[in-house]
């Protein structure tokens, strides 16, 4: 079947105009942690309830298109446990959503630096700022948090980085010519 690079060697070539962002499969392969670990038992155990609590509430409204409500929601929730890196992040792609890019941005750098640069909320922002930065022509910075967030583990942000191999690039657009030469062929030939 093939190596999960092989794959996205194979998605790039096959569909070169997969857009960034909402992407199938995203998190395919990453481990399932619904929780964020409270190591230090820092949060008082009524409060996180409240906040997670606000926070699904925050995501169900994004997913449903009403992202006043979801950024309210997520507000409330980063308000009453500001230290909490989740909320954050959760807020992030609210706010991308909305087209605020710098809010995105900033509650990116939060969530990053509140979880230390370890786990699962700062391999999803460190992805989500890979994505940001990659739209805006940033290939560079897209790139080093690409990398950060392989490190964490996820493929995603592995198959990316294989797309911004510019050597690969070169190979993509080469066999995806030989591909369309192979699929109409030259009359006379």
Not at 97 to 117: I, K, P
Request: aromatic share 4%; glycine share 12%; with cysteine.
């Amino acid at each position: 079947m093939g190596t999960l690079n092989d794959q996205a060697v194979l998605q790039a070539i096959f569909n070169p105009d997969t857009p960034f962002g909402n992407v199938v499969g995203l998190d395919l392969g990453e481990e399932a942690e619904d929780e964020e670990v409270d190591e230090g038992g820092t949060f008082p155990q009524a409060q996180l309830e409240q906040c997670k609590a606000l926070e699904l509430q925050g995501v169900r409204a994004a997913e449903a298109g009403n992202l006043g409500t979801a950024l309210e929601r997520l507000g409330r929730a980063i308000q009453l446990l500001p230290e909490r890196a989740s909320a954050y992040n959760n807020r992030a792609q609210a706010r991308r959503l909305q087209g605020d890019v710098a809010g995105a941005l900033e509650d990116l750098e939060r969530a990053v630096a509140l979880s230390g640069g370890r786990g699962r909320v700062a391999r999803q922002a460190f992805v989500q700022r890979g994505l940001l930065a990659r739209l805006q022509g940033r290939d560079d910075d897209a790139r080093g948090d690409f990398e950060r967030a392989a490190r964490l583990g996820s493929p995603f942000a592995r198959r990316q980085l294989v797309l911004l191999n510019p050597y690969a690039a070169l190979c993509n657009r080469m066999l995806a010519g030989v591909l369309g030469q192979l699929r109409r062929p030259r009359d006379g030939c």
